[in-house]
């Protein structure tokens, strides 16, 4: 006949079991055979559960309690051997030394170039020009003659010219898209076009390749109280919105009337300075209403439709916007100048 | 245009200081880029009198002189043989800079301190006297600065003109846009004549051959004139404008040309064979010496004032040597013509010889006024000169100029302007811009503009006038309300965007260089002769041979870039560049512009020694090759062994072509250490180089979501011993072309060698996937299936098991 347990029996293995998680200590893995081995699936106090089924009903629920009361004692044991192993753990471990350099992933960067150019380019995306490019070598005749230069103009002299042959340059500004788009399409027209661009001279203040941004809103009605508002806008979200600017009359051959727009400097702020001539302004952007003789070379008839164009030069307002005093810096790649603009 | 301040207000009355107006002038786009001190040297500089005059205790040709400015007493220490007591003389006061370069400073001479420096006229450049101290008039203040005491204080405006005011460029021009701001009248000056010579026919005769090229002429002839020094107030007037006095005669054609903007010639009426002028072209070849002792060569468009043997003069250009005024001349013909501009242009950019004149005919004179300037000219050189001035004058005028009447349609300017200007606002503006305006019936203006503007010739033209002077800042800003149109997005450059992006994700850092190299870069990356990389877009006037020709290849800028750097110690370089290159396309003016791109990697794996000291090799340049491909979600490549006459530059044992189907899309691998040394670079160089067009137009699809899968996956790996060989790549090749539907993916996990494995042998892990989209695979299952793979592979490639 099998014999059941009684209560000096379950307070052995009891016993036991604390004795042994007092021994197991800090020893997070024997602390879990303990428990497997009393709580597991087949563990000892399991297997005393599987007697109550065996004993008479009336003895029943005391042998029940005192089952349940083993179990929870051995329960709790083991918790706290277990919370106390993984402390000594926390605790012993030797601490690492926490000012030791990071393991930085390589971090690259973007020409300020691109980083300028981009950030002008989004800036009139915003307000829903299309971006569009050009060849960079360029027909004389989309350059000069479709802007309104003639050969033999005095305006030539404005830009120095590389030549291909007689009639192909390098592109001396990005204004020749202007021609290309207009005579693809008809108005309205809202582009931007960014790029390389050329000239012939090369000295403390210019370097023979540079970029710029064109851009050119044509349409009904368009008018030059349009083009302040569009570059005022274009500006403040470039400058901010406390800087001061001013349209100044130029000439462009292709524009009438033409503008130069001035920012106040940003050097210092319009007191005057160097940087600015001490004259307080700094010129950044060419603009003008596209000249009816513009219109006429690609088709549209002046009287129905008006439109503004701008340029401006991507170098020249990447030194404004980080205090670079040096423009050929930007073409020297040396890396300890392009790593502060990662 | 340089001119001086006291000078412009002869012309204008205003109140304004110099600042005010140049400020003003800038505003209606006459730029004014300096406003300066006509004599900054005398700001310093004070009359002082000398009270006492001792001798210097210890140097016998000095003397010790206390002088006073009015309310205080200095010593100066003093040399010149005319000091004494009582005189007044300008004291250079510590910091000034004289003209002749001297710094004035405060100085103890032989023990004896001095407050600066007496000055003679010459030290001041004021007078041609150095013999002793400039002994200045008893009346004048002391102690102001000496140019305000002497009354010639001044100032400089240097004014950039904009090519198309041709007008501007003179100091009369400058005072009508004066006069036009401030709403006020230009005061010209009184020109009359007392004709005492003989009649102007009957001495000299002028034929224009070339009418188109030159549409009006005419001269003026003065007998008897004394060739000799100009007055102070030209000279000084022609200094302030940085043009050197030369003659009484020669000084009046300058001066007339600034104060008018009419250039005027001045021949020797005795040098001019049969006392006539003819006007006519050159003939090709034809030489000529000019007045500054150049021979040129002549075209046959070079429009010439010829006598009636010679050529004596280009036209609108500069004169001749043999025919000018010298100290000998006593009678002067006097030109004073209309030439013009393109004719003027084309024969000063052929000859390579810009002048003051050149200059202004280029842009335009006014032809009304040809006869104002010589009637000046006359009047000037007799009161300079002495002189009879003849009867009468040539003006011989084939092609007489129009004066065109504009309207100005009011409504339409304001429209395009953005303003609300009353037609009242308009005239006004117009008017003081010397324009006839006609008020017509239906509102608008009939204008017609001054015969000096002759930039003005449209309605445009004419509102840009109201725009300019009503100011700019005056009209309002007005946001323009748009259609909204459907913008195409260009995606050729949103992915160029996004590459860069990636690439700088990918720890690389952009760089910019020119588009133009030198000839010989490319040459020294190896190409044979004849190679297409060699043939190129050529500049015609390139800045210098380095910057000559357009690049064909990214190469060479990069390795300059690369070399640069590693010279100045930084050694760990992670470089990439997008940009074009420039292929001439046969048949077609413009060449083939193509994005390339282009990685360098030297040096470290990364910059942190404490984290790696292990150098860049092939698979960090293939890894970003890899990477780059699947940004572009192309598949189907291979990486081939490298086309040596394609590809010169790269070393054919490191380095493979990237290849999509047929397509030759890129390469990848090490620089030759050939061509590394012709660009100074020691350490090896992992270079990737990509075609972007190629890469663009083969980019992939959007790919569709695949599900995740449900069951797992089971792993098996073959290790295969073969031969050193051996490319990695065909065992993948082979499992795939095995074609198990349960096979899900191969890839490389181990490459080992060891003397174990044997010489030239080495070991390749490859690690199999398996699984099933519908249940999880047994390992019987799979065991099965992959035993079958590694038997045929072994068997295929004749391998042996690890
Ligand atoms: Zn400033």
């Given at each position: 006949?099998?014999?059941?347990?009684?209560?000096?029996?379950?307070?052995?293995?009891?016993?036991?079991?604390?004795?042994?998680?007092?021994?197991?200590?800090?020893?997070?893995?024997?602390?879990?055979?303990?428990?497997?081995?009393?709580?597991?699936?087949?563990?000892?106090?399991?297997?005393?559960?599987?007697?109550?089924?065996?004993?008479?009903?009336?003895?029943?629920?005391?042998?029940?309690?005192?089952?349940?009361?083993?179990?929870?004692?051995?329960?709790?044991?083991?918790?706290?051997?277990?919370?106390?192993?993984?402390?000594?753990?926390?605790?012993?471990?030797?601490?690492?030394?926490?000012?030791?350099?990071?393991?930085?992933?390589?971090?690259?960067?973007?020409?300020?170039?691109?980083?300028?150019?981009?950030?002008?380019?989004?800036?009139?995306?915003?307000?829903?020009?299309?971006?569009?490019?050009?060849?960079?070598?360029?027909?004389?005749?989309?350059?000069?003659?479709?802007?309104?230069?003639?050969?033999?103009?005095?305006?030539?002299?404005?830009?120095?010219?590389?030549?291909?042959?007689?009639?192909?340059?390098?592109?001396?500004?990005?204004?020749?898209?202007?021609?290309?788009?207009?005579?693809?399409?008809?108005?309205?027209?809202?582009?931007?076009?960014?790029?390389?661009?050329?000239?012939?001279?090369?000295d403390m203040t210019?370097?023979?390749?540079?970029?710029?941004?064109?851009?050119?809103?044509?349409?009904?009605?368009?008018?030059?109280?349009?083009?302040?508002?569009?570059?005022?806008?274009?500006?403040?979200?470039?400058?901010?919105?406390?800087?001061?600017?001013?349209?100044?009359?130029?000439?462009?051959?292709?524009?009438?009337?033409?503008?130069?727009?001035?920012?106040?400097c940003?050097m210092c702020?319009?007191s005057g300075c160097k940087v600015c001539s001490y004259t307080g302004w700094?010129?950044?952007?060419?603009?003008?209403?596209?000249?009816?003789?513009?219109?006429?070379?690609?088709?549209?008839?002046?009287?129905?439709?008006?439109?503004?164009?701008?340029?401006?030069?991507?170098?020249?307002?990447?030194?404004?916007?980080?205090?670079?005093d040096?423009?050929?810096?930007?073409?020297?790649?040396?890396?300890?100048?392009?790593?502060?603009?990662? | 245009m340089r001119f001086s301040f006291k000078w412009l207000k002869s012309y204008v009355e205003i109140e304004a200081n110099p600042k005010e107006i140049a400020d003003r002038l800038t505003?209606?786009?006459l730029e004014v880029e300096s406003v300066e001190p006509r004599y900054p040297h005398l700001k310093r500089v004070i009359p002082v009198k000398i009270t006492r005059v001792n001798r210097h205790p210890k140097a016998d040709r000095l003397m010790l002189c206390n002088v006073t400015d009015g309310t205080s007493t200095f010593q100066v220490v003093c040399g010149a043989p005319n000091v004494r007591e009582g005189i007044v003389v300008p004291l250079a006061l510590p910091g000034t800079e004289l003209p002749n370069g001297i710094k004035v400073e405060e100085a103890i001479i032989r023990g004896e301190g001095s407050k600066g420096m007496l000055c003679s006229g010459k030290e001041l450049a004021l007078t041609d006297d150095a013999s002793g101290l400039w002994i200045l008039p008893e009346t004048i203040t002391l102690g102001i600065p000496l140019d305000e005491a002497l009354g010639i204080d001044d100032f400089i405006l240097d004014i950039s003109v904009?090519?198309?005011?041709?007008?501007c460029l003179s100091v009369i021009g400058i005072a009508?846009e004066v006069a036009?701001?401030y709403?006020?009248?230009v005061r010209y000056p009184d020109i009359s004549l007392v004709?005492?010579?003989?009649?102007?026919?009957?001495?000299?005769?002028?034929?224009?051959?070339?009418?188109?090229?030159?549409?009006?002429?005419?001269?003026?002839?003065i007998f008897d004139v004394e060739i000799r020094e100009s007055p102070e107030w030209i000279r000084n007037r022609l200094e302030s404008a940085g043009v050197r006095a030369i003659n009484n005669i020669v000084d009046v054609t300058n001066y007339v040309m600034l104060e008018m903007g009419q250039p005027l010639h001045a021949f020797d009426y005795d040098r001019?064979?049969?006392?006539?002028?003819?006007?006519?072209?050159?003939?090709?070849?034809?030489?000529?010496l000019t007045l500054d002792g150049q021979?040129?060569?002549?075209?046959?468009?070079?429009?010439?004032?010829?006598?009636?043997?010679?050529?004596?003069?280009?036209?609108?250009i500069m004169g001749g040597e043999l025919s000018g005024i010298d100290f000998r001349t006593t009678r002067v013909?006097i030109?004073?013509?209309?030439?013009?501009?393109?004719?003027?242009?084309?024969?000063?950019?052929?000859?390579?010889l810009t002048t003051e004149s050149s200059y202004r005919?280029?842009?335009?004179?006014?032809?009304?006024?040809?006869?104002?300037a010589?009637d000046r000219a006359a009047q000037l050189m007799k009161e300079l000169g002495g002189g009879k001035i003849?009867?009468?004058?040539?003006?011989?005028?084939?092609?007489?100029?129009?004066?065109?009447?504009?309207?100005?349609?009011?409504?339409?300017?304001?429209?395009?302007?953005?303003?609300?200007?009353?037609?009242?606002?308009?005239?006004?503006?117009?008017?003081?811009?010397?324009?006839?305006?006609?008020?017509?019936?239906?509102?608008?203006?009939?204008?017609?503009?001054?015969?000096?503007?002759?930039?003005?010739?449209?309605?445009?033209?004419?509102?840009?006038?109201?725009?300019?002077?009503?100011?700019?800042?005056?009209?309002?800003?007005?946001?323009?309300?748009?259609?909204?149109?459907?913008?195409?997005?260009?995606?050729?450059?949103?992915?160029?965007?996004?590459?860069?992006?990636?690439?700088?994700?990918?720890?690389?850092?952009?760089?910019?260089?020119?588009?133009?190299?030198?000839?010989?870069?490319?040459?020294?990356?190896?190409?044979?002769?004849?190679?297409?990389?060699?043939?190129?877009?050529?500049?015609?006037?390139?800045?210098?041979?380095?910057?000559?020709?357009?690049?064909?290849?990214?190469?060479?800028?990069?390795?300059?870039?690369?070399?640069?750097?590693?010279?100045?110690?930084?050694?760990?370089?992670?470089?990439?560049?997008?940009?074009?290159?420039?292929?001439?396309?046969?048949?077609?003016?413009?060449?083939?512009?193509?994005?390339?791109?282009?990685?360098?990697?030297?040096?470290?794996?990364?910059?942190?020694?404490?984290?790696?000291?292990?150098?860049?090799?092939?698979?960090?340049?293939?890894?970003?090759?890899?990477?780059?491909?699947?940004?572009?979600?192309?598949?189907?490549?291979?990486?081939?062994?490298?086309?040596?006459?394609?590809?010169?530059?790269?070393?054919?044992?490191?380095?493979?072509?990237?290849?999509?189907?047929?397509?030759?899309?890129?390469?990848?691998?090490?620089?030759?250490?050939?061509?590394?040394?012709?660009?100074?670079?020691?350490?090896?160089?992992?270079?990737?180089?990509?075609?972007?067009?190629?890469?663009?137009?083969?980019?992939?699809?959007?790919?569709?979501?695949?599900?995740?899968?449900?069951?797992?996956?089971?792993?098996?790996?073959?290790?295969?011993?073969?031969?050193?060989?051996?490319?990695?790549?065909?065992?993948?090749?082979?499992?795939?072309?095995?074609?198990?539907?349960?096979?899900?993916?191969?890839?490389?996990?181990?490459?080992?060698?060891?003397?174990?494995?044997?010489?030239?042998?080495?070991?390749?892990?490859?690690?199999?996937?398996?699984?099933?989209?519908?249940?999880?695979?047994?390992?019987?299952?799979?065991?099965?299936?992959?035993?079958?793979?590694?038997?045929?592979?072994?068997?295929?490639?004749?391998?042996?098991?690890?």
């Amino acid at each position: 006949m099998e014999q059941v347990a009684d209560r000096r029996e379950i307070e052995q293995v009891v016993n036991e079991a604390l004795r042994e998680l007092e021994e197991a200590k800090k020893d997070l893995k024997l602390i879990d055979a303990l428990r497997v081995k009393y709580l597991g699936r087949k563990g000892l106090i399991t297997n005393l559960f599987k007697q109550l089924g065996k004993v008479s009903p009336e003895k029943r629920p005391e042998l029940g309690r005192l089952l349940n009361e083993a179990r929870d004692t051995v329960e709790r044991a083991i918790g706290s051997a277990t919370e106390r192993a993984k402390e000594a753990i926390l605790t012993s471990k030797e601490t690492i030394d926490v000012t030791t350099p990071g393991r930085i992933p390589i971090i690259g960067s973007l020409h300020p170039v691109t980083q300028v150019t981009q950030e002008i380019v989004r800036i009139f995306s915003q307000m829903g020009f299309e971006v569009v490019e050009g060849p960079e070598v360029e027909l004389d005749y989309y350059n000069f003659e479709a802007l309104n230069i003639p050969k033999d103009h005095p305006a030539r002299d404005m830009q120095d010219t590389f030549y291909i042959s007689e009639d192909v340059v390098l592109r001396t500004h990005t204004s020749p898209i202007q021609a290309r788009i207009m005579e693809k399409r008809r108005p309205p027209i809202q582009i931007i076009a960014p790029g390389k661009t050329y000239r012939c001279d090369s000295d403390m203040t210019h370097t023979p390749m540079f970029h710029q941004v064109e851009g050119l809103m044509v349409g009904k009605d368009i008018s030059f109280s349009h083009l302040k508002a569009v570059l005022t806008l274009f500006v403040h979200r470039m400058f901010g919105p406390q800087v001061g600017l001013r349209f100044r009359p130029s000439f462009f051959p292709f524009t009438e009337p033409s503008a130069e727009v001035d920012i106040q400097c940003v050097m210092c702020g319009g007191s005057g300075c160097k940087v600015c001539s001490y004259t307080g302004w700094l010129e950044i952007l060419g603009s003008g209403m596209v000249d009816p003789a513009v219109f006429e070379k690609v088709g549209y008839d002046p009287e129905e439709v008006t439109g503004f164009a701008f340029g401006m030069g991507i170098e020249r307002i990447a030194m404004l916007k980080w205090s670079i005093d040096d423009l050929r810096l930007f073409f020297e790649n040396d890396v300890r100048f392009l790593e502060q603009f990662t | 245009m340089r001119f001086s301040f006291k000078w412009l207000k002869s012309y204008v009355e205003i109140e304004a200081n110099p600042k005010e107006i140049a400020d003003r002038l800038t505003m209606v786009g006459l730029e004014v880029e300096s406003v300066e001190p006509r004599y900054p040297h005398l700001k310093r500089v004070i009359p002082v009198k000398i009270t006492r005059v001792n001798r210097h205790p210890k140097a016998d040709r000095l003397m010790l002189c206390n002088v006073t400015d009015g309310t205080s007493t200095f010593q100066v220490v003093c040399g010149a043989p005319n000091v004494r007591e009582g005189i007044v003389v300008p004291l250079a006061l510590p910091g000034t800079e004289l003209p002749n370069g001297i710094k004035v400073e405060e100085a103890i001479i032989r023990g004896e301190g001095s407050k600066g420096m007496l000055c003679s006229g010459k030290e001041l450049a004021l007078t041609d006297d150095a013999s002793g101290l400039w002994i200045l008039p008893e009346t004048i203040t002391l102690g102001i600065p000496l140019d305000e005491a002497l009354g010639i204080d001044d100032f400089i405006l240097d004014i950039s003109v904009t090519p198309n005011r041709g007008d501007c460029l003179s100091v009369i021009g400058i005072a009508r846009e004066v006069a036009a701001i401030y709403g006020t009248s230009v005061r010209y000056p009184d020109i009359s004549l007392v004709e005492e010579g003989p009649p102007i026919e009957s001495i000299a005769r002028v034929d224009i051959e070339d009418p188109q090229k030159c549409p009006r002429y005419a001269a003026r002839v003065i007998f008897d004139v004394e060739i000799r020094e100009s007055p102070e107030w030209i000279r000084n007037r022609l200094e302030s404008a940085g043009v050197r006095a030369i003659n009484n005669i020669v000084d009046v054609t300058n001066y007339v040309m600034l104060e008018m903007g009419q250039p005027l010639h001045a021949f020797d009426y005795d040098r001019l064979a049969d006392h006539r002028i003819i006007v006519k072209c050159a003939k090709a070849g034809d030489r000529f010496l000019t007045l500054d002792g150049q021979e040129r060569i002549l075209f046959d468009d070079s429009l010439m004032i010829c006598d009636g043997r010679e050529a004596v003069a280009i036209a609108g250009i500069m004169g001749g040597e043999l025919s000018g005024i010298d100290f000998r001349t006593t009678r002067v013909l006097i030109e004073s013509a209309w030439f013009d501009p393109i004719t003027t242009r084309r024969t000063s950019k052929k000859l390579r010889l810009t002048t003051e004149s050149s200059y202004r005919f280029e842009r335009g004179i006014d032809p009304e006024g040809v006869i104002r300037a010589l009637d000046r000219a006359a009047q000037l050189m007799k009161e300079l000169g002495g002189g009879k001035i003849s009867k009468g004058r040539i003006d011989v005028y084939p092609r007489p100029y129009q004066r065109k009447t504009i309207r100005l349609r009011v409504d339409r300017a304001n429209k395009y302007l953005g303003t609300n200007l009353s037609t009242e606002e308009m005239a006004s503006i117009l008017s003081r811009l010397e324009m006839k305006v006609e008020r017509r019936e239906d509102g608008d203006l009939d204008v017609t503009p001054p015969s000096f503007r002759q930039d003005l010739t449209r309605e445009v033209d004419l509102t840009e006038e109201v725009a300019r002077i009503h100011g700019y800042d005056n009209v309002p800003l007005e946001r323009p309300r748009v259609l909204m149109v459907d913008i195409e997005p260009n995606e050729h450059l949103q992915l160029r965007d996004a590459l860069k992006e990636f690439l700088r994700g990918l720890g690389l850092r952009e760089i910019i260089t020119y588009s133009f190299i030198s000839p010989s870069a490319i040459s020294k990356l190896g190409f044979q002769d004849g190679d297409e990389k060699l043939r190129t877009v050529r500049l015609l006037n390139p800045l210098s041979e380095e910057q000559s020709v357009m690049r064909t290849s990214l190469v060479p800028s990069m390795l300059e870039t690369l070399a640069f750097n590693l010279n100045r110690q930084s050694n760990c370089l992670r470089l990439f560049e997008l940009s074009k290159i420039f292929i001439p396309k046969e048949g077609f003016l413009l060449p083939q512009e193509d994005f390339h791109l282009i990685v360098a990697l030297v040096g470290k794996r990364h910059p942190k020694l404490l984290y790696s000291d292990e150098d860049v090799d092939y698979s960090d340049i293939k890894g970003i090759a890899d990477a780059i491909l699947s940004f572009f979600r192309i598949t189907n490549i291979s990486f081939q062994p490298l086309d040596k006459f394609e590809t010169p530059y790269m070393d054919p044992a490191s380095s493979a072509d990237i290849i999509c189907g047929e397509s030759h899309i890129g390469r990848v691998g090490k620089l030759d250490i050939r061509v590394a040394e012709r660009f100074d670079i020691k350490e090896p160089v992992w270079m990737l180089e990509f075609d972007y067009e190629k890469l663009f137009s083969l980019r992939g699809p959007i790919p569709k979501f695949r599900s995740l899968p449900k069951y797992p996956s089971v792993v098996r790996d073959i290790a295969m011993v073969v031969d050193e060989s051996f490319q990695v790549q065909r065992g993948i090749d082979f499992i795939n072309s095995i074609g198990e539907t349960l096979l899900e993916s191969v890839e490389i996990f181990d490459i080992f060698r060891s003397s174990q494995i044997g010489e030239g042998k080495k070991s390749i892990g490859y690690r199999l996937t398996y699984r099933s989209s519908e249940r999880s695979l047994t390992d019987e299952e799979v065991n099965r299936i992959h035993e079958g793979i590694v038997k045929q592979m072994l068997e295929y490639f004749g391998a042996k098991l690890r």
